[in-house]
Each structure stands twice: as C-alpha cells, then as structure tokens.
C-alpha cells in the first residue's frame, strides 16, 4: 500500500516546514494521529483534515501544531504541544498539521502566512517553472531527488537533527 505524502511549504517565508507530511483524512486515520510512533523524524508530519483541533492522548513526543483555514493560511500556532493533552479548538480551522517540535521556530511561521501543501512532484514541477512565488536568488532548482531548499533551510534542517539528538 502507498502512503500519500505531501510537501508543505511557507510562501510568506519562503522556506519548507516538512517534505513528507502524511494525510490523515479518514476517520481512524485522524482517531489513531500519532499514536504508536516513537518519534517524527526532522522532514515528517501529519496533516489532520477535516479538523479544527486535535489530541496527544497516547503520542510519546511533544509536537508543533499549526491550525490553517480552508486556503491553507495560518490561523493559530502551539510550539511544543505537550503529550496526553487535548490541543484548544479553533473553529476556523479547516485542518492541522502536527510536526516536531522546533518546526515553527526554525521556519519563522506566523499567523497569516500562507502555505502550500501539494505532493512532491507538484511541488518540483511548481518550482521548476518558478510559480511558487518570489523566489530569492539563493534559492536552488527543486530536484526531486536528493537536494532542495536554501543552504540555509538544509543548515536549519542539520541544526534541529543535532538538538532531537541530545
């Protein structure tokens, strides 16, 4: 069975959150989240949809939740969600993402910033083409294959991977 996976990327701020967010769009998917996984690797994610809050209750790791609207916009932000807890409902939350814990910091996410979440190939393509927006010129050719982002976002990757080691 193939997994969808999706990539989410910040347009505000130029810069990815996740290269591998999983959908959880049916019922036991959003029941079950994170439940049973030890830790979420630096690039993985969930994205719960349909879903205006969601819970830790069983999850063994803190996570970063990120409440968007229907158009993907950031409506709330929690850095450091706790386990075993029931996250605040946001009513105008369409969906939310949970990712590790310093995604939000690392990437400067803000309320209002619009992401794009799509599959990777989507994503690639939209790069290749330049229609993701203003890029800067650091910014490299999205490759599919083993290189994305800025020096920057890969540094910023490495940093996180070193702090989840100690």
């Given at each position: 069975?193939?997994?969808?996976?999706?990539c989410?990327?910040?347009?505000?701020?130029?810069?990815?959150l996740?290269l591998?967010?999983?959908?959880?769009?049916?019922?036991?998917?959003?029941l079950?989240?994170?439940?049973?996984?030890?830790?979420?690797?630096?690039d993985e994610?969930?994205?719960v949809?349909?879903?205006?809050?969601?819970?830790?209750?069983?999850?063994?790791?803190?996570?970063?939740?990120?409440?968007?609207?229907?158009?993907?916009?950031?409506?709330?932000?929690?850095?450091?969600?706790?386990?075993?807890?029931?996250?605040?409902l946001?009513?105008?939350?369409?969906?939310?993402?949970?990712?590790?814990?310093?995604?939000?910091?690392?990437?400067?996410?803000?309320?209002?910033?619009?992401?794009?979440?799509?599959?990777?190939?989507?994503?690639?393509?939209?790069?290749?083409?330049?229609?993701?927006?203003?890029?800067?010129?650091?910014?490299?050719?999205?490759?599919?294959?083993?290189?994305?982002?800025?020096?920057?976002?890969?540094?910023?990757?490495?940093?996180?991977?070193?702090?989840e080691?100690?």
């Amino acid at each position: 069975m193939n997994t969808r996976t999706y990539c989410v990327y910040n347009q505000t701020r130029e810069c990815f959150l996740s290269l591998g967010v999983t959908p959880a769009d049916t019922t036991f998917a959003r029941l079950k989240g994170l439940i049973g996984r030890l830790k979420l690797r630096v690039d993985e994610g969930l994205w719960v949809v349909p879903s205006c809050g969601v819970h830790t209750v069983g999850v063994l790791f803190p996570l970063d939740l990120i409440y968007l609207n229907e158009s993907h916009q950031v409506i709330h932000l929690i850095e450091h969600f706790p386990t075993f807890r029931i996250s605040p409902l946001r009513t105008q939350a369409s969906s939310v993402l949970e990712l590790p814990i310093h995604t939000i910091f690392s990437s400067q996410t803000q309320p209002g910033d619009q992401l794009l979440i799509c599959p990777v190939e989507e994503i690639a393509s939209r790069f290749n083409k330049g229609t993701v927006g203003q890029l800067k010129s650091q910014t490299q050719k999205f490759d599919a294959g083993l290189t994305y982002g800025t020096t920057a976002q890969v540094a910023d990757l490495h940093e996180v991977n070193e702090l989840e080691k100690h």
